[in-house]
């Protein structure tokens, strides 16, 4: 027994499955059939589990549960498991069937290792809900309201619905989402809720009272569940899972709603958060809010100020910003300054002012002028930076350190900087050391390094354990690991996957999976799906295909369109793809426009094409220029071709 939503059913059901495995399981579908079903039980043979969910449905009117029936299953060794909820036990607790029966109290609010429990489950609804609930909110009490709770709310946004308790609700949510961890004062609510109530439709509508519409976004629903839950007097926060649902369905927080939750932040921490949640979403809006910020003399908000300008692309007032209002002997200003200049191209500067930002302890500068000087093709200067910054524990040195090296074929060197880098926290260099093993032939050492990294999500990971598996011939691991990089968005995976198909006789499969590669942007593919279908004959398919891969550059597509067109009647548009073809250097097509060029009137026009790829040295096409210069062919064209 417990509160409504405490996960009662759930929890006996779970531990009926767990204890009784070997019983029947009898639910009445009325509480009338429990005398008839109890009879039957009794009877049976096998051992029986009884279930009466909601056990006051079965006390009413004496027609359902009896202490007589409870007694005879007592003697039959059956079980009886019921819920009962606890505003119905009122009332109900001193029934003599209540009372004979063992109670056992399910709490609502879970306690810390619950919690901790919940949140490493497998299912990652019960995860989910461990996250975003609350001490006072408890974890079933967020499973049974997701996702009616939100479905509510938008079906009540409505004439005739609850238009006004949903604004507020929605200025509630909206307001969280913007930054404001405290709660929210009805006042505040009020003058937020105008704008959603607007933008729904206002007074056609025709909004219930104020009064009204709290009461019902504060009414409660499975068990203290509600859309605004009260958190004093006259003050209240939106439902947590009311504020996941408003960020998974990807609506944006009202615009006029930044700016009230910024002036409604009631402390400097709360004001920037909101104004770095702004930022993140709405950027003018955040460059207004620093901007406020920073004209109040906050030289925290005046670097975050040149950020956001940086970002949006202004960069002329994102400089003046630095050099003006931000702190200039502050490293990370340096830094930002740094970057900024370096993306204007104004690299000298940059270096000066990175080197500024790292003397004054900012690791990530020495990093940044590492990478702008091996840009600029200094090796050794972007060496010393990036070693200085891998020695200060900047993010992403010793990585960096790691591909400047591999790269200037010190790879011993490299391997020991991703080792460092991997070591240090960062698994970004797995991949490339596992790929220099795999290299130098060491793949035992290379496949855990790789392993590693793919389980931490690197794709680059899992196409080289892909392709490993392709060259040993182990197909099922190489197509595993494919699909592995599929699920984790890599297009790449879909053609080499498509390749290993085609290439072990399954081009239906094959061309399945070069289809979404296509669509992914990678022209090979287009080229691949077209020679596929060639292969099978489907010429005028191919031939779209063949279009788009000589409008992507495969020189040899022009070949094989010229194919196409000839297989499918149109010999001159033929001649003329493969006269492309051998203009642009391809000595097939030479060859090919010799059984398309004929007449006596294209011999000119051949001669000269086959010319070329004789002197490019295509044997078979100096065999053709002989064989047309013979006077037994009677073609008669210029003189024998030799070298």
Request: aromatic share 6%.
């Given at each position: 027994?417990?509160?409504?939503?405490?996960?009662?059913?759930?929890?006996?059901?779970?531990?009926?499955?767990?204890?009784?495995?070997?019983?029947?399981?009898?639910?009445?579908?009325?509480?009338?059939?429990?005398?008839?079903?109890?009879?039957?039980?009794?009877a049976?043979?096998?051992?029986?589990?009884?279930?009466?969910?909601?056990?006051?449905?079965?006390?009413?009117?004496?027609?359902?549960?009896?202490?007589?029936?409870?007694?005879?299953?007592?003697?039959?060794?059956?079980?009886?498991?019921?819920?009962?909820?606890?505003?119905?036990?009122?009332?109900?607790?001193?029934?003599?069937?209540?009372?004979?029966?063992?109670?056992?109290?399910l709490?609502?609010?879970?306690?810390?290792?619950?919690?901790?429990?919940?949140?490493?489950?497998r299912?990652?609804?019960?995860?989910?809900?461990?996250?975003?609930?609350?001490?006072?909110?408890?974890?079933?009490?967020?499973?049974?309201?997701?996702?009616?709770?939100?479905?509510?709310?938008?079906?009540?946004?409505?004439?005739?619905?609850?238009?006004r308790?949903?604004?507020?609700?929605?200025?509630?949510?909206?307001?969280?989402?913007?930054?404001?961890?405290?709660?929210?004062?009805?006042?505040?609510?009020?003058?937020?809720?105008?704008?959603?109530?607007?933008?729904?439709?206002?007074?056609?509508?025709?909004?219930?009272?104020?009064?009204?519409?709290?009461?019902w976004?504060?009414?409660?629903?499975?068990?203290?569940?509600?859309?605004?839950?009260?958190?004093?007097?006259?003050?209240?926060?939106?439902?947590?899972?009311?504020?996941?649902?408003?960020?998974?369905?990807?609506?944006?927080?009202?615009?006029?709603?930044?700016?009230?939750?910024?002036?409604?932040?009631?402390?400097?921490?709360?004001?920037?958060?909101?104004?770095?949640?702004?930022?993140?979403?709405?950027?003018?809006?955040?460059?207004?809010?620093?901007q406020?910020?920073?004209?109040?003399?906050?030289?925290?908000?005046?670097n975050?100020?040149g950020?956001?300008?940086?970002?949006?692309?202004?960069?002329?007032?994102?400089?003046?910003?630095?050099?003006?209002?931000?702190?200039?002997?502050?490293?990370?200003?340096?830094?930002?300054?740094?970057?900024?200049?370096?993306?204007?191209?104004?690299?000298?500067?940059?270096?000066?002012?990175?080197?500024?930002?790292?003397?004054?302890?900012?690791?990530?500068?020495?990093?940044?002028?590492?990478?702008?000087?091996?840009?600029?093709?200094?090796?050794?200067?972007?060496?010393?930076?990036?070693?200085?910054?891998?020695?200060?524990?900047?993010?992403?040195?010793?990585?960096?350190?790691?591909v400047?090296?591999?790269?200037?074929?010190?790879?011993?060197?490299?391997?020991?900087?991703?080792?460092?880098?991997?070591?240090?926290?960062d698994s970004?260099?797995?991949?490339?050391?596992?790929?220099l093993?795999?290299?130098?032939?060491?793949?035992?050492?290379?496949e855990?390094?790789?392993?590693q990294?793919?389980?931490?999500?690197?794709?680059?990971?899992?196409?080289?354990?892909?392709?490993?598996?392709?060259?040993?011939?182990?197909?099922?691991?190489?197509?595993?690991?494919?699909?592995?990089?599929?699920?984790?968005?890599?297009?790449?995976?879909y053609?080499?996957?498509?390749?290993?198909?085609?290439?072990?006789?399954?081009?239906?499969?094959?061309?399945?999976?070069?289809?979404?590669?296509?669509?992914?942007?990678?022209?090979s593919?287009?080229?691949?799906?077209?020679?596929?279908?060639?292969?099978?004959?489907?010429?005028t398919?191919?031939?779209t295909?063949?279009?788009?891969?000589?409008?992507?550059?495969?020189?040899?597509?022009?070949?094989?369109?010229?194919?196409?067109?000839?297989?499918?009647?149109?010999?001159?548009?033929?001649?003329?793809?493969?006269?492309?073809?051998?203009?642009?250097?391809?000595?097939?097509?030479?060859?090919?426009?010799?059984?398309?060029?004929?007449?006596?009137?294209?011999?000119?026009?051949?001669?000269?094409?086959l010319?070329?790829?004789?002197?490019?040295?295509?044997?078979d096409?100096?065999l053709?220029?002989?064989?047309?210069?013979?006077?037994e062919?009677?073609?008669?064209?210029?003189?024998?071709?030799?070298r």
């Open positions: 027994m417990g509160d409504s939503a405490a996960g009662k059913t759930r929890t006996l059901y779970e531990a009926m499955r767990a204890t009784l495995p070997g019983h029947r399981f009898v639910r009445p579908a009325q509480p009338a059939d429990v005398p008839t079903l109890i009879t039957g039980i009794v049976s043979a096998d051992p029986c589990v009884l279930w009466l969910d909601e056990l006051d449905r079965y006390l009413e009117g004496g027609c359902g549960l009896t202490a007589h029936g409870l007694a005879e299953l007592r003697r039959s060794q059956a079980v009886l498991l019921a819920t009962l909820d606890a505003s119905a036990l009122e009332g109900r607790g001193g029934t003599e069937v209540v009372c004979q029966m063992q109670h056992v109290e709490d609502r609010r879970w306690n810390a290792a619950e919690r901790r429990r919940a949140a490493e489950s299912d990652p609804r019960v995860a989910r809900a461990a996250a975003r609930s609350t001490t006072g909110l408890g974890v079933a009490e967020y499973l049974a309201a997701d996702p009616w709770l939100w479905t509510e709310l938008r079906l009540a946004d409505r004439a005739g619905g609850r238009p308790g949903v604004a507020l609700t929605r200025a509630g949510i909206d307001l969280s989402r913007a930054g404001i961890g405290g709660p929210l004062p009805t006042s505040l609510l009020f003058e937020a809720h105008r704008s959603y109530l607007v933008d729904s439709g206002g007074s056609l509508l025709r909004p219930e009272p104020v009064d009204d519409a709290l009461a976004a504060g009414r409660t629903r499975y068990g203290v569940t509600s859309m605004l839950l009260p958190v004093g007097e006259d003050v209240w926060r939106a439902h947590p899972q009311l504020v996941a649902a408003a960020d998974e369905a990807g609506i944006p927080v009202h615009r006029l709603t930044w700016f009230q939750a910024f002036g409604a932040a009631d402390s400097l921490d709360e004001i920037l958060t909101v104004a770095l949640n702004a930022t993140r979403h709405e950027p003018s809006i955040g460059v207004c809010l620093w406020a910020l920073a004209d109040a003399g906050i030289k925290e908000a005046a975050n100020l950020v956001a300008l940086a970002h949006l692309g202004r960069h002329e007032e994102a400089e003046r910003v630095y050099r003006t209002q931000a702190d200039l002997e502050d490293g990370v200003v340096l830094l930002n300054l740094g970057n900024l200049l370096c993306r204007t191209g104004r690299h000298d500067e940059a270096a000066k002012a990175y080197h500024e930002s790292g003397e004054r302890g900012e690791a990530n500068a020495w990093n940044n002028l590492g990478l702008l000087f091996k840009e600029q093709g200094e090796f050794a200067r972007a060496e010393v930076c990036l070693r200085s910054a891998a020695l200060a524990n900047a993010p992403d040195a010793e990585y960096n350190l790691g400047l090296l591999e790269e200037r074929g010190r790879t011993e060197e490299a391997k020991a900087s991703y080792a460092r880098a991997y070591d240090a926290g970004t260099g797995l991949t490339n050391w596992g790929m093993l795999l290299d130098e032939g060491r793949q035992e050492e290379a855990p390094l790789l392993r990294a793919a389980d931490a999500g690197d794709r680059d990971a899992m196409l080289s354990l892909a392709n490993a598996a392709k060259a040993d011939g182990d197909m099922r691991q190489a197509t595993d690991w494919y699909h592995r990089a599929i699920d984790a968005g890599d297009a790449r995976a053609f080499n996957l498509a390749n290993l198909l085609r290439d072990h006789g399954q081009p239906g499969l094959a061309e399945m999976l070069y289809r979404p590669a296509i669509d992914a942007g990678i022209t593919a287009v080229y691949n799906l077209a020679l596929l279908l060639m292969r099978q004959e489907r010429f398919e191919a031939e295909f063949l279009h788009q891969a000589v409008a992507h550059g495969h020189r040899k597509a022009m070949f094989h369109l010229g194919y196409a067109l000839r297989q499918t009647g149109r010999p001159q548009a033929a001649a003329a793809q493969w006269e492309l073809a051998a203009e642009e250097g391809d000595t097939d097509a030479a060859i090919a426009l010799a059984t398309v060029l004929t007449s006596p009137a294209d011999q000119a026009r051949l001669h000269k094409v010319r070329r790829a004789a002197d490019a040295g295509e044997g096409a100096a053709v220029l002989s064989a047309m210069a013979s006077p062919t009677g073609y008669g064209l210029g003189t024998p071709w030799h």
